[in-house]
């Protein structure tokens, strides 16, 4: 077995947190900061050349712009790093429709479904289908080292099935369809 080691420079102002791999070409590593870098294995090359884009909630960017870090007031202390409450902590995928789809929770106790293609949050909400009024929503943080929160199945007829998992109070699951 062959090994190569990939470095992004990247990494020196952007902290990774989860990874999940869609398939043998792709990676999705969710960021300290609520994004998502997704890498592409190029095609017809070996495992160490890869092709890296940048999603936020805004859509996706592949620039300077989305490499620029900032540190807002709602983050809470992980180890070393800051991390924004929007940062993802469970994340799954499944193709919808032929669409990469990545189902995501963050540590704000929001679900984001993140449509690949274009790189758009096409779905927020809370993870358990609650209105929350703004004054408690600090109530409803998920510890970053939460990481089991989600899972995606595809039912029989091509309708994925989610099941989010909220760690407060005795714990709470929500059937999304």
Known sequence: MSMFVYTLITFTFKHPHRLVAPT??????TLHDGGLLRLNRKPGHDTSTWQDTFYNEGGWTSGLKSLVPWQGSNTIKYGKV?????????IETLEVGGVLCAFAVSIDHR???WEMAHGKAIFTGDILG???RPEELGKWVIHPSQSQLIKVVDDEDGTPIVATYSPHGAGEF????
């Open 111 to 113: 679900l984001r479904i």
């Open 24 to 29: 043998a070409e792709e990676l999705l590593i």
């Open 82 to 90: 800051n991390m924004e409450l929007s940062a993802i902590t469970g």
């Open 174 to 177: 929500k059937f999304w369809q």
């Open 130 to 132: 609650q209105e929350r």
